[in-house]
């Protein structure tokens, strides 16, 4: 009876010991994957510039050693979100710890003064202030801008067969209307409703006429055209 007490104990034992080595081996094996799957390698793609690429990538530092499974994509879009010249983005995770992050910069389209800092509007129609942007021919916006109504006559403009830079000035009105300040010659003065059908005639008074001396091309008055 004492002997098959004593066997018991031992199976005991010997049973513990065993689970607290299968404990062990599944800790370290747990930590193996962990460390298996943390993100190593953060890469940027597209054609931005270096100086960019460098802020960007600093500001995703801190998802280095991040399990990539548990890593929400969300996180890394509100950094991305932050920088304004960045229009488009697409993240990709490759297993087991790589993120892959291709960038497109925003178009130039033109610039302003806020608070005596030059300050530039993208295509994505954010205000940008970046200092290192080097562009030419950029037109300039005088007034207090209003991006969503400068990228509604931009698109007319394109539509008709300009350029933005077929225009030196863009001037904003409070009450919602333009001027422009074509080719460094001429002032169109635009009214504040039915823009599409006063910019085509724009067009084709420039197109017709012999405009080497006009300097103003009024058209806010419907149905009326001042040419002086």
């Known amino acids: 009876m004492t002997l098959q007490l004593i066997d018991k104990s031992k199976i005991y034992f010997y049973l513990v010991i065993l689970l607290f080595l299968l404990s062990v081996h599944n800790l370290n094996l747990i930590n193996s994957i962990n460390n298996f799957f943390k993100v190593k390698k953060i890469i940027l793609i597209g054609s931005i510039d270096d100086n960019l690429d460098q802020e960007i990538s600093s500001s995703l530092d801190k998802f280095y050693n991040y399990n990539i499974f548990s890593l929400d994509s969300d996180e890394i879009k509100t950094i991305l979100n932050n920088f304004d010249i960045i229009s488009e983005y697409k993240i990709k995770k490759e ?28 295509e994505n129609g954010k205000k940008i202030k970046e200092k290192k942007i080097i562009k030419e021919d950029l ?41 422009l300040f074509y080719k460094n010659k001429i002032l169109v003065k635009l009214p504040t409703e039915n823009l599409d059908s006063s910019i085509n005639l724009f067009k084709e008074i420039i197109e017709k006429k012999n405009i080497k001396n006009l300097k103003i091309i009024d058209l806010r008055i419907k149905n009326s055209v001042i040419l002086s």
């Open 139 to 179: 037109p300039l916006i005088v007034g207090q801008v209003d991006v969503k109504s400068f990228l509604k006559l931009k698109k007319i403009l394109i539509d008709y067969g300009f350029k933005l830079n077929d225009f030196n000035t863009f001037y904003y009105f409070k009450s919602n209307r333009w001027d």
């Open 95 to 122: 297993y087991p710890g790589k993120i892959k992050i291709e960038l497109k910069e925003t178009n130039i389209l033109a610039y302003f003064f806020d608070e005596n800092r030059k300050t530039f509007i993208g």
